[in-house]
């Protein structure tokens, strides 16, 4: 059914419809027309207070509602025009054919830490007894060790360590699409993420891209690759506009890594003539910019508070030397409204988190207050919680709003920007 959805995206824009164009993001704003989301699934119900703070989660949700929530949002995006598409749904047709499967597995397995040569073999057999849907909400779930009991003949090694409850832990953050991977222009970020957890969350986004059939003759362009050796997250690139793309370097994304995606960007003629570096303090509470500052409409972003400046950014354009490309990098400290004015060109309107109130602020901001998702100019999905900051959104600035539900999903510290990727978005 998605991937109908998907075609019919195609069919209906014209400008996606040729296969090189199947992405596009030329800023954070522009109506968007086709977005990733996953469903959160079983591998919320196998989340373990042991287990959260390695596995990035503050608390434990209750599925029920979080998917309640979840597709409170879905609808709220179908209702206004956004074609919906599943990762889960993605990554299964990605692996119809039976080597790509086969590779699949194998490489899941490889990165899911498993112990020992015969728990490998069990897991291959296992994985390979179900359907290929049911392979990959499994996968997410994490594998519990009894599930494995009549795949795997117990080993001395494997009765000596067998207190811990996983073969493969549960991936609980999928559910924040705009990480693993990041659309910029017609091309991604695949991303290599900081934390072991999250980083094998990239091999669906590697599998669909690569082998999906609406995308792997595509030739899409790959601004990172997940094999580096340096780290860069999807919640640190904001699009600025088709010509200015911002990336954090922060608690989960490397100065290396922006340098990168800055030289494959100029390398390969796309359009965009600057990367601007911002280096965020690195800690929980700022993880990445988006949780820190969204853009709302043209000339408004919400922010939290303390992102102010002044803060230093890095500039980086394009020069064409001698030898071949030169980056130019410029260090800059400057007051935030000042640099979004520069490289947008008007007066800028910064709205703090919690209407600029100490303990408002820091507490929608912890909820992911200033983590607004543009679906248009000036219209934004924001969580129900966020009350101070959202009144001040639509009564002061007269941002339209579409307001979900909030108490459950908000457990993983991520909001409606952290909760989508989008794939096409109409030009400005
Ligand atoms: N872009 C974002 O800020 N995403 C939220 C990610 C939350 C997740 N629990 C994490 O720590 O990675």
Redesign the pocket.
């Known amino acids: 059914m998605e991937t109908a959805l998907l075609k019919k995206t195609l069919n209906e824009s014209p400008a996606a419809y040729a296969v090189h164009n199947v992405l596009n993001v030329t800023s954070e704003i522009g109506q968007l027309k086709t977005v990733l989301l996953h469903r959160p699934g079983q591998e919320i119900e196998n989340l373990t207070p042991e287990l959260l703070e390695r596995l990035?989660?503050d608390d434990i949700p209750y599925l029920k509602v979080a998917r309640e929530e979840h597709d409170y949002f879905a609808n709220v995006l179908r209702e206004n025009g956004v074609k919906v598409l599943y990762l889960e749904t993605l990554a299964a047709e990605a692996i119809k054919d039976q080597g790509v499967k086969t590779q699949f597995i194998s490489q899941f397995i490889d990165e899911a830490s498993v112990e020992s040569e015969s728990l490998k073999e069990a897991l291959t057999e296992y994985f390979n007894s179900f359907s290929n849907q049911d392979l990959i909400n499994k996968m997410m779930a994490g594998i519990r060790r009894e599930e494995l009991r009549d795949f795997h003949r117990i080993s001395l090694y494997d009765q000596v360590n067998n207190l811990y409850p996983f073969i493969c832990d549960p991936m609980p953050?999928l559910y924040?699409t705009?990480?693993p991977f990041a659309t910029v222009g017609n091309g991604i970020t695949m991303n290599h993420m900081r934390t072991q957890t999250?980083n094998r969350e990239t091999i669906f986004a590697k599998y669909i891209f690569k082998n999906h059939l609406q995308f792997k003759d595509a030739q899409i362009p790959f601004w990172f690759d997940r094999e580096e050796d340096t780290s860069l997250e999807?919640?640190d690139v904001l699009v600025l506009s088709d010509t200015t793309l911002a990336i954090g370097i922060s608690q989960r994304t490397d100065a290396a890594s922006v340098e990168k995606v800055c030289r494959r960007l100029f390398q390969n003629n796309s359009k965009f003539e600057t990367v601007l570096a911002f280096h965020i303090p690195s800690s929980r509470a700022f993880?990445?910019l988006?949780?820190v500052f969204t853009m709302v409409d043209y000339d408004k972003f919400t922010i939290h508070s303390e992102i102010e400046g002044p803060l230093t950014v890095y500039e980086m354009t394009k020069h064409n030397g001698k030898n071949g490309l030169k980056i130019k990098i410029e260090k800059q400290d400057m007051k935030l409204e000042d640099i979004l004015k520069k490289h947008l060109g008007r007066d800028i309107a910064l709205i703090r988190c919690g209407n600029g109130d100490k303990i408002a602020g820091a507490r929608e901001q912890w909820n992911d207050g200033a983590?607004t998702l543009a679906i248009a100019p000036g219209e934004v999905v924001v969580y129900s919680r966020n009350h101070v900051t959202n009144k001040v959104l639509s009564e002061e600035y007269g941002v339209k709003l579409h307001i979900i539900p909030s108490s459950e999903l908000s457990r993983?510290?991520?909001g409606p920007?952290?909760m989508s990727m989008p794939l096409y978005r109409e030009n400005l």
């Open positions: 990035l989660f953050n924040f705009r990480d999250r999807g919640g993880m990445h988006d949780t983590n993983g510290r991520g920007r952290c």
